[in-house]
């Protein structure tokens, strides 16, 4: 699992860490990582063209040290301080006694660097950079140098990922102690490049709980359900689906589609689709209206390509999970989801998310991490945010909230939520609870978008064809 910490989180555990070792020592080994990661950027030190951007906090002062250190390797390094006379004081005298120099010209330097360093704000900045940092920001972009964020790019909010004005782009970003929550989630995330984690032994300082989890090909092996030798497909789960109409029978395919490879021993398909669920799954059992007509299942999903269907009432009545996605979101009214006996698991994109939270979308983009908090305690349900970060809350706000690291941009495609909604919803019928239902299905989607796309648009019926080879890849040691 990949945990992200807020600023304040974060901030907490250094002092008590600090607190036990000589001044300066946490700066030290943060520089030393930072200049250890630098070097392997770079392949050669010797002779290497190092540009320093420098603020005028500590974050500047791990750029100073770490370029002192590539002095000593035998590189040429000149700092640009973004505001002169306030710069890292034993950072900058370590800089010049090692043999670096301040830059006459900024751009001079910047338009001939391998490397650039970004220290112009870590964990201290806020409301993106500054207008004098601007122009060299961009100037570093423009460069051709390999640009190395120091803790965070400079501009981005550390806590929530947020972009608020202009902010460094990197190609690589060396966070010290602990991810910082916005380095995993969008837009911050894609500004930060590849993240590399320094270990500066703030761990036992670390609460057990963090902000942010992320999990990864472990933990979602141990949590896939596996059937026992006794059982048969009503104990492995049976996930009914309520998706598709006149309209958009596909929906109700993909859906099926979906749940038939997430876990369940069995999928019933209730709607209109019928003909053409079992045309494409003959697996399938195939049921008359209504939903609570058609057998015990142990979860539902409602939803995808509903249009005005009647479904969504009938499912929420029932007494078991429930997923609710896509038209089934409309008008959704949160007394009704807080009134369930079972949990409930929403699953909006941020079109969605807004029309529930009665915002702009832009809004819903731009505070991924609110947002999906905020859906989760109005509605007292677990949330799935779909997006280019997908997210999932839990009702309980002491609970992390679980960021997906699999995506891929080429999921934007008709039809591909469908597939993830049936995957879910038969993760929950397997026994899984919301959050872990819910996370582990964003997984497996993502992961069998890649495996398809290579770089290469994918189709939703693709996504689902793959989801196998992704479960296998997560089990596979
Ligand atoms: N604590 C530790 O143990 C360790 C911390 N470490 C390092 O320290 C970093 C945190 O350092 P920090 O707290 O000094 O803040 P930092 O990120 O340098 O920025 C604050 C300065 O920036 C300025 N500023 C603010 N906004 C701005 C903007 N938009 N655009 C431009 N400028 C802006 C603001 O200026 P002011 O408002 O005062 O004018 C203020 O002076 C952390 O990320 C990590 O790298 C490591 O060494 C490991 C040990
Ligand atoms: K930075």
Redesign the pocket.
Known sequence: MRLGYSVET??AA??E??ARLPEGA??Q???AGLAAAAAGLLGRVYGARVVLLV????????ALYAGARLVRRGAGVSAVL??PG?A?TAGLAALLRAGGRVADDPYEVLAAADLVLD????????????P??VPLARAAHGSGAVVLA???P??VE?DTGEVG?EAVRADATVT??AYKTGLLIDPAREYAGAVRLVD?GLGPHLPSVPELEALQHADVAHLLPVPAAESDKYRRGVVGVVAGSARYPGAAVLAVAGALRGGAGAVRYVGPGSDAVIARFPEALVHGWPPSKAGRVQAWVVGPGLGDSPGVDEVLDSDVPVLVDADGLRGLDPAVVRARSAPTLLTPHAGEAAALLGVAREEVEGTRLASVRALAAKYGATVLLKGSTTLVADPDPRRAVRVNPTGTSWLATAGSGDVLSGLTGSLLAAGLAPLDAGSVGAYLHGLAARLVSRDAPVSAHDVATALPQAWRDTTTP
């Open positions: 974060v901030r250094e002092g860490l600090m946490l700066m080994r943060a520089a603020g005028s906090g500590d974050n500047g002062g791990d973004i505001t306030r890292h220290g112009i704000t870590g964990i201290g900045g806020h409301g993106g950079l500054r004098d940092a120091v803790d965070l400079s501009g550390a004005g010290f102690g500066i």
